[in-house]
């Protein structure tokens, strides 16, 4: 009977966890940001209130994400318009360029393709009102993903205003040394949380400003905007480097093609290796102090099982995680050791000699 006990609540426990696995990553989601936040919140909070502290760390990152879309939006509307605009003369252009070789003369006689592409450009502008029914869906799951943004803010707002009593209440509930012992495994987490997310700002940084120099020597136009995407989709590990340069690859089409195509593809190709071998493994190993080779593997383990977020969550996680073991570790080792308590021998960071 306990053994079926224990089968049915363990199907039970397991059953429930996937049926509640949404709000159980926004909160894990939430608590990433509450951490990476903690620092700037703290250096504030040495000055005012915490309350203001937080409130004002919040404003900015909400702001953030305001002065990005300014940023990006009136390029993407006047490139689009324009592209509407011309996509006849494009149209008129690939049929020009079909007349001069012969065998796509030839598909030409036989297809007439380029009339009927001709015909679906001239076409295109009226049907820009068709696109409403898309729209509409497109503004419902934008409105989801927003109550969401706001649900993990709020959620990651009580964690960062109630974390410090809840720990000390916790750690309250502990023998003093080990209690000690506690707060110091805590205070590293938190640590490397914070070095992973100035990291990755940083290397999203190094992307976005050498690509827009690349991008004002080549004379592309919207430099600007084009490196903010670059450094948003950088923070993406693995795919977000390479989204950015196709997207940036794309609007050198119409720029200088094809010059600024070629010469932004090398560029691309070229950085993403450095990137991906030399940048991103030494500031995350430093940040975290994993090796690179442990910093690669999470990421893939994290991209592979949950996705994206895995992937951003992948290399906190494997830090926290080494940390843990690592002081566990040392309690372990401290205990086999005769003489003083071991809690104490790790607290000291001098475990004595076997």
């Avoid at 224990?6 to 996937?18: A, D, E, K, S």
């Avoid at 015909?119 to 993903?145: F, H, K, T, Y």
């Avoid at 940040?287 to 592979?304: K, W």
């Avoid at 086999?336 to 790790?346: E, K, R, T, W």
């Amino acid at each position: 009977m306990r053994v079926t006990l224990t089968v049915v609540l363990i199907v039970l426990c397991l059953w429930l966890l996937y049926l509640l696995r949404k709000p159980i990553g926004w909160i894990v989601i939430a608590g990433f940001i509450a951490i990476a936040l903690a620092g700037p919140v703290t250096v504030l909070s040495r000055r005012m209130k915490r309350g203001f502290a937080i409130a004002i760390v919040y404003l900015v990152l909400i702001l953030l994400p305001v002065g990005i879309v300014g940023i990006l939006v009136p390029p993407i509307v006047t490139q689009g318009n324009n592209l509407v605009a011309n996509l006849p003369t494009y149209a008129t252009d690939v049929q020009d360029f079909v007349a001069e070789n012969d065998t796509l003369s030839r598909l030409q006689r036989d297809y007439d393709l380029t009339g009927k592409l001709r015909e679906q450009a001239e076409q295109l502008p009226g049907r820009i009102g068709d696109a409403a029914g898309v729209l509409s869906g497109i503004g419902l799951g934008l409105v989801n993903s927003i109550f969401q943004a706001v649900t993990i803010l709020i959620l990651s707002v009580f964690m960062l205003g109630g974390g410090p009593r809840f720990q000390r209440f916790v750690l309250g509930l502990q023998p003093p040394d080990r209690a000690q012992w506690l707060q110091g495994l805590l205070d590293r987490i938190r640590s490397a949380v914070g070095n992973y997310v100035a990291g990755a700002l940083a290397q999203a940084a190094i992307a976005a400003v050498l690509s827009w120099l690349v991008l004002m020597i080549l004379g592309v136009p919207y430099a600007l905007p084009l490196a903010v995407i670059i450094f948003l989709l950088d923070l993406v590990p693995l795919v977000g480097a390479t989204l950015g340069a196709i997207i940036v690859g794309l609007v050198t089409l119409f720029s200088d093609f094809p010059v600024d195509t070629i010469i932004w593809t090398v560029w691309a190709i070229a950085y993403q290796q450095i990137e991906n071998n030399l940048i991103q493994p030494r500031i995350q190993s430093r940040a975290v102090s994993l090796e690179p080779f442990v910093v690669l593997v999470s990421v893939l383990f994290g991209s592979t099982l949950f996705g994206i977020p895995g992937a951003l969550l992948a290399i906190p996680v494997a830090a926290a995680i080494q940390i843990t073991v690592r002081e566990v570790w040392r309690l372990r080792r401290a205990a086999l050791v005769p003489g003083p308590d071991p809690m104490s021998q790790v607290q000291s960071g001098q475990p004595g000699q076997p």
